[in-house]
């Protein structure tokens, strides 16, 4: 992956549509992380990149085939990347991304699921290089909350110059609250607002998803919340380390009432809402909007032109000015499976030695028979003949 840097830092400046999440200094810290679980497929024409597909490996058991399978998804859902997709050269796009997908096709895998692909038009361009009569392509929808919330839908604020244009452009009710709990609040003193950062990022953190926890632990479950928690630690900390952590901190003296983690984008001039922590034993609405409101206006003075809420239509959201744009969750399958080596990759081998011993513990000798099996085939052909 170093031996890329270069190109691949010339390549961000030359896509309109990257973020901050296909950057180099992203990915790399990202990957660091995950040793074993990720491929980069890069088109090149002469020795210039023109594109970047970052991906994540993913093991999965099929109860219905007995097999294990090796799944494809984005690279940068390894840490809950807001966006991803393809770093590309428009100039190329399009031979670019056929020439990946032909190259994907040729891989062992089973599925490959982009979720949260943010781009005009490579999504279909990508999907439109794999030939139905081998593959089913679609655009999938997700929905959560009961299906109240569409996950794909991500309502954006575009800032304008000033904090006071920000606030004359939403509505009455909106705006009189941003200002009463201005007052009431911040200029009485009652409150203070801090912000966390590179020194104290890990105690702003740690506040964070404290009060995260305390809210989604009871509907998501002990593994679950704690596996969240776990993976949101790792990306704000990434952003922090990379200096591209903005958090407010809302407090009552010495009391954490509320935090907001986002992630800054400054090539893109984006700043990324992540994830919220409030303190659900305060009464009243007012931690939230406070938060947001000096997080728009801090944006705007400091040159940002994008405050993005995240994935989801809650309602919330576009009482702050938002506009919903939309972004891409491709599914590509394979129709037809053969021999063990066209969907399981030798780069997950050792992960599927751990699922043996995983079975071995769970006694469950079949399922561990039938893996290393798998895994004899799988070597023996990387290996070629002897």
């Known amino acids: 992956m170093l031996a890329l840097k270069s190109a691949w830092q010339d390549l961000e400046a030359r896509d309109p549509e990257g973020t901050v999440y296909l950057s180099w200094d992203w990915l790399a810290a990202t990957f660091a992380g995950y040793p074993g679980r990720w491929r980069v497929l890069i088109a090149w024409q002469g020795d210039q990149m ?16 007995q097999q294990l399978q090796t ?60 030939p139905e009569a081998q593959f089913r392509s679609r655009n999938k929808d997700y929905f959560i909350n009961a299906g109240s919330t ?9 800032l304008p110059q000033s904090y006071e244009a920000y606030l004359d452009g939403l509505g009455k009710n909106m ?25 104290d990022a890990g105690a702003g953190i740690e506040h964070l998803l404290r009060h995260w926890l305390v ?34 901190v809302l407090w009552q003296q010495d009391r954490c009432l509320g935090v907001l983690g986002h992630v800054l984008d400054p090539r893109h001039r984006q700043i990324h ?6 303190d659900e034993a305060v009464t009243g609405n007012f931690i939230g909007p406070l938060l947001h409101a000096q997080s728009v206006r801090w944006g705007i003075e400091n040159g940002y032109t994008s405050y993005d809420l995240c994935h989801g239509d809650e309602p919330y959201k576009f009482g702050y000015g938002a506009i919903a744009t939309r972004v891409n969750y491709v599914s590509i399958r ?31 000798p079949a399922k561990a028979l039938i893996v290393a099996k798998q895994l004899q085939q799988v070597l023996a052909n990387t290996a070629g003949p002897q």
């Not at 023109?50 to 085939?65: D, E, G, I």
């Not at 996950?151 to 575009?158: G, H, I, K, S």
């Not at 705006?175 to 020194?199: H, N, P, T, V």
Request: charged share 25%.
């Open 50 to 65: 023109v594109c970047a597909f970052p991906m994540k490996l993913r093991l999965h058991w099929s109860n219905s085939r």
């Open 334 to 364: 394979r129709r037809y499976l053969t021999s063990p080596s066209a969907y399981l990759d030798p780069i997950c081998a050792p992960r599927a030695m751990t699922c043996v011993i995983d079975f071995l513990q769970q006694e469950q």
């Open 273 to 278: 809402f992540i994830v919220a922590g409030r």
């Open 150 to 158: 569409d996950n794909l839908a991500c309502p954006r604020v575009t």
């Open 71 to 130: 799944e494809i998804e984005a690279g940068g859902r390894l840490i809950y990347s807001e966006y991803t997709g393809f770093l590309c050269d428009p100039v190329y796009q399009n031979t670019a991304l056929s020439e990946i997908a032909q190259h994907l096709q040729n891989l062992p895998w089973v599925r490959l699921s982009l979720k949260y692909e943010d781009s005009t038009a490579r999504a279909a361009a990508f999907m439109a290089a794999f």
């Open 175 to 199: 705006r009189q609250k941003m200002r009463r709990f201005s007052r009431k609040y911040l200029d009485s003193g009652a409150l203070r607002l801090s912000w966390a950062d590179a020194e």
């Open 215 to 248: 809210k989604w632990l009871p509907s998501k479950g002990e593994a679950k919340a704690r596996k969240s928690v776990n993976t949101y630690r790792k990306m704000l900390t990434q952003a922090a380390n990379l200096g591209l952590l903005r958090m407010p």
